[in-house]
């Protein structure tokens, strides 16, 4: 029987960067330190007297992880190149989900508020950062689907656009794995209004030579290893954002056919085979590793 994608045996085996790629690495680590650290006492600042007079909404705080995901990504080396307009309107982001590297990659566009997993808020540092910056922590619960809601409605009213990854999980980058509707209902609630939402396709391209999965992050792999890998990479590879056309909330009849209707657009995106089911690979995937664009 052929092993599951995700099948700890098929991992890309890790590649020792050399003296010069450990310089490197210590570089960019120390250098990305500082401006977290820098970003996180500059969001502190901004947000305390931002909070006296707008509350919960944050019209400015909100700019400052634009600006350190920026910074971050400039660090890393990572190009980014992106197609279409991240949306204007009222509502939500949704996009397919393949490393920690997607959070620095997707807030570096336009000032936007993650939903995570509850999970999240107590892993050290990361935690501290995604509470500061606003993130929106949830439990993947059926019981608790009907706050969820009410908490959905809350950041919408405050005029925050979330982002939330439909797949539930993060994935080697080479498929889509089937989007989960339950998340979508909040933005359902009194039949939409103007709300939009808009899928978003993520693409990585590996450095040249590498494995196509060079930049996923999966399973039950080690944040450690993995960000040593990106760290001392030399060179770097890149990734693709596409925006697709924002979809009117109100034009679907339930959380199920807009999920769909989402899940469609990002599979377009990454250019999958004509039929290929949910969880099926990318066409074209092997050549990721040639910078495929």
């Known amino acids: 029987m052929k092993p599951a994608w995700n099948d700890p045996a098929l991992e890309p085996v890790p590649v020792w960067p ?105 892993w050290p540092f990361i935690g501290w950062l995604a509470r500061a910056t606003g993130t929106l922590f949830i439990r993947r619960d059926r019981r608790e689907a009907a706050g969820q809601v009410r908490l959905f409605q809350q950041r919408l009213e405050l005029g925050h656009r979330l982002l939330f990854f439909p797949e539930g999980t993060s994935t080697d980058g080479q498929r889509v794995l089937a989007f989960k509707s339950t998340l979508f209902s909040a933005f359902l609630a009194g039949r939409g209004g103007d709300l939009l939402i808009q899928p978003v396709s993520i693409s990585y391209s590996a450095p040249p030579g590498q494995d196509a999965r060079y930049y996923g992050w999966w399973g039950d792999m080690a944040l450690g290893p993995h960000l040593f890998k990106v760290l001392t990479s030399r060179p770097q590879g890149a990734v693709e954002l596409r925006y697709h056309a924002p979809l009117a909330v109100a034009d679907y009849s339930d959380r199920k056919a807009l999920a769909a209707a989402c899940e469609a657009a990002v599979r377009q995106g990454l250019r999958l085979e004509a039929g290929a089911g949910a969880g099926e690979p990318v066409a074209g995937a092997a050549g990721a590793a040639n910078g495929r664009s």
């Open 18 to 122: 050399g003296p010069l790629g450990l310089v490197l690495g210590l570089v960019r680590a120390l250098a990305l330190v500082v401006v977290l650290l820098v970003g996180l006492v500059v969001l502190l600042a901004v947000r305390l007297p931002e909070r006296l007079f707008t509350g919960a909404a944050r019209p400015l705080s909100g700019h400052v992880p634009r600006l350190v995901s920026r910074l971050a990504l400039a660090i890393l080396g990572l190009r980014v190149r992106s197609h279409g307009s991240p949306m204007r309107g009222h509502g939500a982001v949704v996009a397919n989900h393949v490393s920690w590297l997607d959070i620095f990659v997707l807030n570096a566009q336009k000032p936007i508020w993650f939903v995570a997993k509850a999970e999240v808020a107590a």
